[in-house]
């Protein structure tokens, strides 16, 4: 019987060499479960950089007394589908939800949503929409 060859995975910025006596279906499925780890970490990653996206604007708009409090992104969860929360942990202000669709910029998509938010609660529904 030959000896197996190596089998090559790349995992992130990283390959993987594994040999071993596996069939081809076990492979498959291994490469299946290395690829959706991979995505996992890959979207962890994104979440955490739209957090510090998120701290971005909130610092940008308290700098620029839009926000009357400071306050800071804890994090950001996928709800399903474009949808997210950016959660505060603030009680005047508990979290964000937010429509991100492909293309789009999170921190604009973020910005306009705070600026929204707090209109709704100064009973203001114009409130400085746009990024003075």
């Known amino acids: 019987m030959p000896s197996p060859k190596p089998l090559r995975i790349p ?5 993987l060499l ?5 069939t081809d279906i076990e492979n498959l499925s291994i490469l299946s479960i290395l690829a959706l780890l991979s995505n996992k970490t890959e979207f962890s990653q994104m979440l955490e950089d739209q957090k510090a996206e998120a701290q971005e604007i909130l610092d940008e708009l308290y700098s ?6 400071k306050l800071s992104a804890c994090v950001v969860e996928s709800i ?3 949808e997210y ?4 942990h ?10 991100w669709r492909e293309g789009e910029c999170f921190k604009d998509v973020f910005r306009t949503a ?3 938010r707090m209109g709704r609660m100064n009973g203001n529904r ?5 990024s003075a």
């Open 85 to 88: 929360i950016v959660r505060f």
């Open 90 to 99: 603030d009680s005047r202000l508990n979290s964000i939800d937010v429509t």
């Open 18 to 22: 594994c040999v071993s006596a596996l």
């Open 126 to 130: 114009s409130y400085r929409t746009t």
């Open 114 to 116: 705070v600026l929204e």
């Open 80 to 82: 399903g589908g474009d």
């Open 64 to 69: 620029k007394q839009v926000l009357l409090f």
């Open 11 to 15: 995992v992130g910025n990283r390959t």
